[in-house]
């Protein structure tokens, strides 16, 4: 066991650290990735650390190779990261529409950078939120966290790896820069309080099982190769049997039960966390590092009389809009900073049922969003 996992001590982590405390924690015993800033000290921390615990750490020819030893990995019953920053990310997408189409549980951290392009590598954004969502071809149900702080990547992580192992999906963590490179005191807990879920393996017979035959949620057991149960996998729509299929009711029923296993767990996999929303009448919605200067703007516009309030997404996708839409029942104004153009309030304003109105603040120039800049935009709200 991870020595971190077992202390209560404070320590002082730095937010990539703390990634690599919660992967160990949740169980992860493999590691396949390529150095690329922001993200490159979760690799070198697990290279480390991995081996400590039996583990397998990789440092693979590029992020291509990499996502497809994780998905190898995971296939052969062993719980699987990688981390990456934008461009390595682009280079993931086709893989990991062969792990969405083959159920293939894993977790895959992008610490955003600017971009497009290699970007601003040492400069933060929230650019990729969403390519996380629809970077893969299909039409297929994505589960995209974020992190806001350095307990957050800890506690948020091993979130990742349990909704992963549930479900049977990939889910993607993002991070950005600022989260990763900011170093905080912070008490980890101890291993016997963290919750930790892995996948249901099968209980029939081998001649009995059929790997894509989903339970009463729409997930199937999952048998690991080598266990002497037959598994076919492809990256073509399949059958029950794992074999490619071009029979119409089995594509619909494929894609149903895909569908149908993240929807069910709506209450699982939506995450959030309000501050002051009760009263409310102006509110911000924010993710990521963003989140932080957010909640300071908030109690300095509240201290001058404005009711304002916070909603941290942690769960970008499936986007928690039975959160959201309440809220933008009850507030005149809804304010969502971004380090990006505007990609998540395009989702605020698809479920803005009412008037109440929408506010934009985007920076793209590589540099954070400070707590003056929200307060300021709150109190001309």
């Known amino acids: 066991m991870p020595e971190s996992a077992q202390t209560t001590a404070r320590q002082l982590l730095q937010g990539n650290e703390a990634v690599v405390h919660g992967a160990l924690a949740a169980g992860c015993r493999f590691f396949a990735g390529y150095p690329i800033t922001p993200a490159s000290e979760i690799a070198e921390h697990l290279s480390v650390l991995l081996p400590a615990v039996d583990g397998t750490f990789i440092q693979m020819e590029d992020e291509i190779a990499s996502i497809g030893a994780v998905i190898g990995a995971s296939l052969a019953g062993v719980k699987a990261m990688t981390a990456t920053s934008g461009p390595g990310f682009s280079l993931m997408q086709e893989n990991l529409g062969f792990a969405c189409v083959a159920e293939v549980p894993c977790v895959i951290v992008n610490?955003?950078?600017?971009?497009?392009?290699?970007?601003?590598?040492?400069?933060?954004?929230?650019?990729?939120?969403?390519?996380?969502?629809?970077?893969?071809?299909?039409?297929h149900p994505v589960v995209v966290l974020a992190v806001s702080s350095v307990l957050d990547s800890f506690s948020i992580t091993v979130k990742a790896f349990n909704i992963a192992e549930k479900y049977r999906v990939p889910v993607i963590l993002l991070s950005d820069e600022v989260v990763a490179h900011t170093r905080e005191a912070v008490q980890l807990p101890p291993q016997n309080e963290i919750k930790v879920v892995d996948r249901i393996r099968p209980s029939m017979p081998p001649d009995w099982y059929k790997p894509y035959e989903g339970d009463n949620r729409g997930v199937p057991p999952m048998a690991a190769f080598g266990d002497g149960y037959r598994h076919h996998v492809t990256g073509l729509i399949h059958d029950e049997h794992g074999y490619p299929t071009q029979n119409r009711k089995e594509i619909e029923s494929f894609h149903e039960r895909m569908a149908r296993k993240i929807s069910r767990g709506f209450p699982d996999i939506q995450m959030t966390r309000g501050f002051h929303t009760r009263d409310a009448e102006v509110l911000v919605i924010a993710y990521g590092s963003v989140a932080r200067s957010a909640l300071r703007a908030v109690e300095d516009a509240r201290s001058k009389g404005l009711k304002a309030g916070l909603l941290q997404l942690i769960t970008l996708f499936p986007f928690p809009r039975s959160t959201v839409t309440p809220l933008l029942k009850q507030c005149r104004a809804v304010l969502v900073p971004e380090m990006n153009m505007g990609q998540i309030s395009r989702e605020v304003q698809r479920v803005n049922q009412c008037d109440c109105r929408i506010v934009k603040h985007n920076r793209v120039d590589g540099q954070f969003i400070t707590p003056m800049e929200i307060t300021r935009d709150l109190l001309k709200l």
């Open 111 to 139: 610490v955003m950078r600017g971009g497009p392009s290699t970007g601003l590598p040492t400069s933060p954004a929230q650019g990729d939120v969403q390519m996380a969502r629809w970077g893969t071809h299909g039409d």
